[in-house]
């Protein structure tokens, strides 16, 4: 069972209290957009094998919405933090890092 | 390579079997082919087959990370329909499952296909008209199927439970010709086949790069050396985002685990697959007499083939209020398959922005029915070069052109 804290409520909450809702840090195209970065935006994922930043939803908690950093291979959470910023804290890359040596960091 | 008869199980017994030659052999790598295929899985290895039946393609290696047939092939529920409500799935779908009827003759290879019937409940009035609808839509494709009300369902399943009451069996989209096989049984027999072309199936063999020039595949790097090939093709389901990272393009895929279980072997208690979407549970009985249940996928990205433990709780709640003999059966097996799903839940099989490099992925969580129509169509693709015949809808241009396959509404969940 999948473990996480919530950074809102402070509750640790297993995933049957939460919903998990893909890739985070996905930038919306802008009006502007041509076909290959609206495809991008909407459908393209990196699916990566090893750490995955995700957007979950605390849904029979709080209700509020953050982000995870996960190990899609061994299910290993490194760390939560707000939704509200666009890219992962430096502390938690930090701490990825130091754990996956052979990791390539976050890219967007 | 010496056919598999009852005369040959005569002739062998005079020497204790002792004289059985390798089902398929054991190459060393060669430095160069024609066509490489990556993962030796049943639609890899499909692919392969019908490169060197319907083209006379057989300079070609199969890579294999791990053994043959280990991934999805081996850890499906063997559940073969063709009931689909879109016309370029029902297309692919009808042509693999009319390619498993005699799959077993065509490869002197026993798959032990059993057309014993497919059954999907309506258990929300909102699936009977889905099935209602699907019912028509196959009919005008040629797909026999009907739809049935719960006496008939009932007659064809007697130890269901139609009154519920939490999920009433109200009907069902009846597949006769549906049915399952022998999983595992597939995979070598096409394994033995391709073998048999003379065609390289290389296992252990990790690929660690693709190589390229010019946006043009050159070759691969593997744990067993370095080798040229003139075309690629990615077969490597739940590992395909991972694959076409190295190959330099993205996939619009998401791997989730999804699992399956098997009680202990009881007497025969049910001849037909029932399928239940609603409460994401399928059962069938083995023919050692294991009742095999699938259930649904976990919510998040997971490349760990171990679910989660709650959406078997889901599932075998559900099912034993519909069949409620379960009840008292213990599990003796559960296992995870990564599966690649995309967002309109149909596969992709495609050419890629790399040339000479093709893709088969995204058959999700209902693979293995596929096989033989997938091997055909990835097939016609690479040899021709061409998005053309039961490929021609499953590029994956469909995604930026707005040309989904809808077949998540059709099914309603994990099909």
Request: charge should be positive; glycine fraction near 12%; aromatic fraction near 8%.
């Amino acid at each position: 069972m999948l473990n996480l804290t919530c950074p809102n409520c402070g509750i640790t909450a297993d995933e049957t209290d939460l919903h998990c809702d893909g890739q985070a840090h996905i930038a919306r195209s802008g009006i502007n957009a041509n076909d290959d970065e609206l495809e991008n935006y909407l459908f393209m994922r990196d699916n990566p094998k090893g750490v995955h930043f995700e957007r979950w939803r605390h849904i029979y908690g709080c209700g509020k919405w953050f982000n995870a950093a996960r190990c899609t291979t061994t299910l290993e959470v490194f760390g939560t933090y707000s939704a509200q910023t666009f890219t992962p804290p430096k502390a938690l890359i930090n701490k990825i890092k130091k754990k996956r040596p052979n990791w390539e960091g976050f890219t967007k | 390579m010496s056919r598999y008869s009852a005369f040959a199980i005569a002739k062998n017994a005079f020497s204790y079997h002792q004289g059985w030659e390798r089902a398929w052999a054991k190459p060393e790598i060669k430095k160069e082919y024609d066509v490489v295929i990556v993962g030796a899985g049943g639609h890899g290895l499909a692919t392969a087959y019908h490169l060197g039946k319907n083209y006379g393609i057989t300079n070609i290696a199969i890579i294999e990370k791990g053994w043959l047939g280990g991934g999805n092939t081996g850890r499906n529920t063997t559940i073969i329909r063709s009931n689909y409500l879109q016309d370029p799935s029902a297309a692919i779908y009808e042509k693999a499952r009319s390619l498993y009827e005699t799959m077993s003759q065509d490869l002197n290879y026993n798959v032990m296909f059993s057309p014993r019937g497919v059954m999907m409940l309506a258990q929300t009035e909102a699936e009977i008209r889905g099935y209602k609808r699907t019912a028509h839509a196959n009919k005008l494709q040629g797909v026999k199927t009907e739809y049935i009300g719960p006496q008939k369902v009932k007659e064809l399943c007697p130890i269901i439970e139609l009154s519920g009451p939490r999920f009433p069996v109200l009907g069902a989209l009846w597949q006769p010709r549906g049915g399952t096989a022998r999983h595992d049984a597939v995979a070598w027999g096409y394994a033995r086949a391709c073998s048999d072309m003379g065609m390289d199936i290389i296992q252990q063999c990790e690929v660690t790069a693709v190589t390229q020039n010019n946006g043009k595949v050159t070759g691969l790097q593997t744990t067993k050396g370095s080798l040229k090939c003139k075309k690629l093709g990615i077969v490597v389901a739940g590992n395909s985002g991972h694959l076409a990272n190295m190959a330099g393009f993205r996939l619009p895929l998401e791997s989730v685990s999804l699992q399956a279980l098997v009680s202990e072997p009881i007497k025969p208690c049910m001849d037909v697959v029932v399928m239940a979407n609603t409460v994401h549970g399928y059962m069938s009985q083995s023919d050692k007499g294991e009742m095999v249940i699938g259930g649904g996928t976990d919510g998040f990205n997971n490349y760990t083939q171990r679910g989660s433990f709650h959406h078997l709780e889901e599932t075998v709640r559900a099912l034993i209020e519909t069949f409620p003999m379960v009840s008292r059966l213990k599990m003796l097996r559960h296992w995870g398959g990564i599966v690649d799903v995309t967002g309109d839940r149909s596969p992709i099989i495609s050419k890629t922005p790399l040339k000479g490099c093709f893709i088969n992925c995204g058959w999700g969580t209902g693979g293995f029915k596929a096989i033989p129509g997938s091997g055909w169509a990835m097939a016609e693709l690479m040899a021709k070069d061409e998005q053309i015949g039961l490929a021609a809808e499953f590029g994956l241009n469909r995604f930026q052109e707005g040309r989904f396959i809808d077949e998540s509404v059709a099914a309603g969940v994990a099909h």
